[in-house]
């Protein structure tokens, strides 16, 4: 008995072996085009890989220390981010097209009555649902009062998918 449940449990680990992976399955918004998706299934076996939130970068060195033109508008800002993001990822053996979570805090331009999501479109569809890279992960955009620095309009979080 005891040797059958030994050769039971080796033949369940061998079998668990060869199983093929579960992949990501992306559920995108019905009858929409908006880039974004309804929602993501992760499989048990893949590992979640969460980065802190990341601000732009400086675009500007000529511009004055800390002043909003050293960082841009709301696209600039978004574009410098992701690329950092982008950055970040490769470092971790990762790409753009394994972000599964997005959620993004704007502060309104100086002036503007509220957020530019307008400019964060235009940086964040240089990155997800383009022809090279097609994937879109779930996202959350916010508009906060501010961020640590007063000059940052953008600070993005995501988690990425590493099956």
Known sequence: ??????AMAT????????A?????????IPNSDFPILQAVEIPADAT???????VPQVIDAEAEAGSPEQ????AAQTESTLASIEAKLTALDLTMGD???????LVAPDGADGMDFSGFMDGYTKYFGTEDQPNLPTRSVFEVAGLANPSWLVEIEVVAVRP
Not at 11 to 18: C, P, Q
Not at 20 to 28: D, G, L, Q, S
Not at 48 to 54: C, I, P, Q, R, W
């Open 48 to 54: 979640l890989v969460y980065l802190s939130g990341t």
């Open 11 to 18: 033949t369940a680990l061998v079998l668990g072996a060869g």
């Open 1 to 6: 008995m005891k040797h059958s449940l030994i």
């Open 99 to 105: 972000v599964v979570k997005m959620q993004a805090y």
């Open 71 to 74: 960082f841009g508008d709301t």
């Open 20 to 28: 093929a992976t579960a992949e990501v399955t992306r559920h995108p």
